[in-house]
């Protein structure tokens, strides 16, 4: 007969291996990433990470400062959002059927990453 404390000590163990992966968000100086839902906001010229420790539902958007604007979102293999150029990038942990990369990076723990890409456009100073 198992006792309760082995039977809870299995059920930690087990829960344990149920890692969630990390969302490493890297804002350059353009601009800022804030969302509307959750708290995973970040100021540019800055590298935030944030543990997305169970289902999750991120509405991200890319905010451009005074004299940039946004282009896109990183195209490199691993962040979301990939070469989108809609300034709100829509993310769900887990993610989807048919995002291999986002779920197996959930699956085992590891980083995924968001990056937009702002490009600097000058201000109007006399306002022409």
Same mark, same amino acid.
């Given at each position: 007969?198992?006792?309760?404390?082995?039977?809870?000590?299995?059920?930690?163990?087990?829960?344990?291996?149920?890692?969630?992966?990390?969302?490493?968000?890297?804002?350059?100086?353009?601009?800022?990433?804030?969302? +509307? %839902?959750?708290?995973? =906001?970040?100021?540019? *010229?800055? @590298? /935030?990470?944030?543990?997305?420790?169970?289902?999750?539902?991120?509405?991200?958007?890319?905010?451009?400062?005074?004299?940039? +604007? %946004?282009?896109?979102? =990183?195209?490199?293999? *691993?962040? @979301? /959002?990939?070469?989108?150029?809609?300034?709100?990038?829509?993310?769900?942990?887990?993610?989807?059927?048919?995002?291999?990369?986002?779920?197996?990076?959930?699956?085992?723990?590891?980083?995924?990453?968001?990056?937009?890409?702002?490009?600097?456009?000058?201000?109007?100073?006399?306002?022409?």
């Amino acid at each position: 007969m198992t006792s309760p404390l082995v039977k809870i000590l299995v059920v930690l163990a087990v829960t344990s291996l149920i890692t969630a992966c990390k969302l490493a968000v890297i804002v350059p100086s353009g601009g800022d990433v804030v969302t +509307e %839902f959750g708290n995973a =906001n970040c100021v540019g *010229g800055s @590298l /935030c990470e944030f543990n997305i420790p169970g289902p999750r539902y991120y509405r991200f958007a890319a905010r451009p400062r005074l004299g940039y +604007e %946004f282009v896109k979102w =990183n195209p490199a293999p *691993g962040f @979301l /959002c990939a070469d989108s150029t809609d300034p709100k990038c829509i993310v769900q942990f887990p993610a989807p059927d048919g995002n291999e990369g986002i779920v197996n990076a959930y699956a085992g723990g590891q980083h995924v990453y968001l990056m937009p890409i702002f490009n600097y456009v000058g201000v109007d100073t006399d306002l022409d």
